[in-house]
């Protein structure tokens, strides 16, 4: 080998080196930053002219597509997961504790002791005054619970509408790096940052649908969700959705009253068997169109069967036919096709309300024509015992179990905490599982012990071809001094 080729070989080690310095560099000063995939220089041996040397081939980006995807769909899993959680707790807490005094069960049983406690003493004005308030306080509890599970259909709606709008303008985020790294590809430069970039944004979208990536033409990707549904390939989906500002419990995506989701204008299935399903989207219309309505339903069948237990036919018989029961709908008779909604309506009659000045009608009937006998308890232990009489509920969501009032409640806030801890564990599964592949995707990311060594050989190599250079220049004096 000649001496210019020597120093040849060895400047090429030297660009070399210094160009792997810069990778590790990279690589250490980014060990914590998501996305980032872990780089090394790739070279080769030049052959070019027969003097050797090294080339510099590119940069090779490492990463495990198949551990990415795994994680991914984990990350959307556990999503869904945890927003079920989070309404099934919320749920749980609407309806209390069975023990505490301002739950739905706390206030019913204080109902049901306030009759008890007047048909002792039903001359005492004041235990009929408590019978009214802790008949307000019911109606109340069940307009508030009412109102917090509609709450969540129309968080649960606008969290809907702000997830298409991100998935939209990820996706096209997207579709424009696919478009740079592709250019970068073919003018053979570095696409690795832009690729960072690239499965950052896609992680985003992951989340709340469950997708899969597939590679295309230089370097570029489509994205399918895991039901099949195309998400970019070429050019990005627009998925469409319209929110509704204000949701009542008859309203629902069935009956055209809620909006449902189109993915370039084609209406897909939104539940858990659609082609988004998996993610914190589809969690969203579940509680929205499944889960709250669920809840609700419950709930109004639990009112329906306190007015009816108190209404017409029952144990007060001074009601007529079309009278309103001590509790109303909204002011008026119920309708059994009204059932719907009836928790966030349910009140006290205005003549047995508190305050009211006919408060004897509690004790003597609501359709009497005047006060009875003060000290008659007998409508006061039939309505009580009709509240704790066990039969089954007139309400389809109640099924065809015999309950008494309280354990129609009690039943009601026991399947809502079994809907909590079941959610519970599924999220607790969803985390480990979660935890375990970002641990794994961790291992194959960023070493800054193997990279300082790898800076260390770098030093080594960068020293040794430096020393060939200066062993050339010499004997190139020795030559020129002859």
Do not use: C
Request: proline share 3%; aromatic share 4%; hydrophobic share 40%.
């Amino acid at each position: 080998m000649s001496l210019s080729g020597a120093l040849s070989n060895a400047l090429s080690g030297l660009r070399a080196n210094t160009r792997s310095a810069g990778i590790v560099s990279s690589n250490i000063s980014n060990a914590l930053t998501d996305g980032y995939g872990r780089r090394e220089l790739a070279l080769s041996s030049s052959t070019l002219g027969g003097s050797g040397g090294v080339r510099v081939d590119g940069v090779i980006r490492h990463g495990d597509p198949v551990l990415l995807s795994d994680r991914r769909i984990s990350d959307a899993l556990s999503g869904n997961a945890e927003t079920l959680q989070g309404f099934a707790t919320k749920a749980e807490f609407l309806l209390g504790d069975p023990s505490d005094t301002g739950s739905l069960a706390g206030r019913l049983g204080a109902f049901e002791n306030a009759f008890i406690t007047a048909a002792s003493n039903p001359s005492a004005t004041q235990r009929l005054e408590t019978v009214a308030q802790a008949a307000k306080d019911v109606a109340s509890t069940l307009n508030t619970i009412s109102k917090g599970v509609q709450t969540s259909r129309e968080t649960a709606d606008s969290a809907i509408a702000r997830q298409v709008e991100d998935i939209n303008s990820t996706l096209q985020r997207v579709e424009a790096l696919n478009t740079q790294i592709a250019k970068a590809t073919r003018l053979g430069q570095d696409p690795s940052a832009l690729i960072d970039e690239r499965q950052i944004n896609i992680d985003a979208i992951a989340k709340a649908v469950p997708l899969r990536s597939v590679p295309r033409d230089d370097g570029m990707v489509a994205i399918y969700s895991i039901k099949g549904a195309t998400l970019l390939d070429g050019s990005a989906a627009t998925l469409e959705f319209t929110q509704t500002q204000v949701i009542q419990p008859q309203m629902t995506q069935g009956n055209g009253l809620l909006g449902g989701l189109t993915i370039n204008g084609r209406a897909i299935n939104t539940s858990q068997d659609g082609p988004l399903a998996g993610g914190t989207l589809a969690a969203n219309f579940q509680i929205r169109d499944l889960d709250a309505v669920g809840i609700q339903a419950q709930l109004d069948g639990v009112a329906r069967d306190l007015v009816e237990r108190l209404g017409p036919g029952g144990a007060d018989t001074t009601l007529a036919a079309g009278d309103p029961g001590f509790f109303t709908d909204a002011g008026a008779l119920f309708i059994s096709t009204d059932e719907t909604g009836l928790a966030g309506r349910i009140a006290v009659n205005t003549l047995v309300a508190p305050g009211s000045s006919e408060i004897w009608r509690i004790r003597d009937g609501l359709g009497a024509v005047s006060p009875g006998e003060v000290g008659d308890a007998s409508l006061l232990q039939a309505i009580q015992s009709a509240l704790t009489e066990t039969r089954p509920s007139a309400s389809v969501a109640l099924g065809t179990v015999e309950r008494s009032m309280s354990g129609f409640a009690t039943e009601l806030t026991s399947s809502v905490a079994a809907y909590r801890v079941n959610n519970d564990a599924q999220v607790s599964y969803a985390r480990a599982q979660n935890i375990a592949l970002r641990e794994l995707e961790a291992a194959d990311g960023v070493s800054t012990d193997a990279e300082l060594q790898v800076l260390m050989q770098i030093e080594q190599n960068y020293a040794a071809n430096a020393r060939v250079m200066n062993v050339v220049g010499d004997l190139m004096q020795v030559i020129l001094s002859i």
